[in-house]
């Protein structure tokens, strides 16, 4: 979460290094930025066995998680769909500026999905009412929404579904297969590869006929959170068998063929973040296993844990920090002020984007302390 707020502040930017960036639509290259989404989704896959488990000791039935896996994602491409048409917005047939419209979307998706304490807002206000006047802002925005050109006008259409609408796309499918699945590891794995398959066979048709099939969105987002998901029930089923020395070979073994194919593969279609090319999936999987296995070590073999503590707020309150950088721009748009040059430029910059980061989840830490939080 740090580092996705570090890379979209690169826009501010000017004279870094090309591999920091994006690789660019065409470009066969993997750039830092292009790594950070594709192992926020092997996360999301990670934390989904350990979330069903605590719904069950809640007693929550099947029927039960799936109502909340299809609520979550839900709100996932809803705020997704928002995003993304506000990237494509025209400001000229816009009636209220851009920034503002910025600070109205965000800030319904704080009164609809903020954890109200005891159900209450500012100890009076019902949580209810919160929700539909973020609603209402919502359907407002949607009605003023204006896209395209003056000549050819459009209204919101899902381009790209945005960040989190890829999100909740990717988790819907995930989280059912394995509400249906189980730990059963070998069925797991089986459609780890499936996935992983249908991504390949988006990029190249084997057979005369074959079908490029999309499960809404790329294969691509489906395969790397099902990488999470593989790699936490291998940490689970090796943990209840004593056999947790062996996590570290798995990880390693599920790297070493992940991040293998995709450079194999590399000469047919590329890497690119740009088209979810499978060499960029698998490569960015490989990178998930490694760090899942790395951070082990860090964590639970040598109890080096300190070092987390300040990033905290990221991990608690993920979508509020997600959503903070939202209120920043749209301010700093409207007032209209910008850094010196000197602070935007070259390796200056960088540490001020890190900065700007760091600055993001304090106040993601801030806010969670005034019960401004938000739970999907």
Partial sequence: ??????????????GIPEWLGHASRGE???GFADIIFPLFLFIVGLSIPFAF???????????????????????LIVMGFFMVNLENINREMLTIAKPIYQILMATAFVLIWNMYPDGKAFKRIPEWVMNI????????LAAIYK????ENPHWMRPAWWGILGLIGWAYLLVATLYLLVGNRLSWLALLWIILILLNVFQEVKPLDGFPNIRIVISASHHALVMSGLLASVFYVKLNEKEKIKEFLTVMGILALISIAFGLLTRPE???????????WTTICAGI??????????????????????????????TLTC???????????????????????????GIVKSLLFALLIVIITGGLEKLKIKLKI
């Fill in 147 to 150: 896209g395209g050109t003056v």
């Fill in 53 to 75: 488990k605590a719904r069950r000791k809640k007693g929550e039935s099947d029927l039960q998680i799936f109502w909340h896996i299809v609520k979550r994602s839900f709100a």
């Fill in 28 to 30: 066969d290259r993997l």
């Fill in 288 to 317: 998930g296993f490694a760090s899942f296995g790395i951070l082990y070590i860090l964590a639970d073999i040598m109890n080096i844990r300190k070092w987390a503590t300040v990033l905290g707020p990221a991990g608690r309150a």
């Fill in 1 to 14: 979460m740090y580092f996705m707020i570090f890379v979209n502040d690169l826009w501010t930017l000017e």
């Fill in 133 to 140: 006047l973020g609603v209402l802002i919502l359907i407002f």
């Fill in 269 to 279: 279609w590329g890497i690119a973040k740009i088209g979810a090319t499978p060499s």
């Fill in 322 to 348: 997600y959503l903070v950088p939202y209120f920043y721009y749209g301010f700093y748009a409207i007032i209209g002020y910008s850094l010196p040059m000197i602070l935007r430029t070259g390796y200056i």
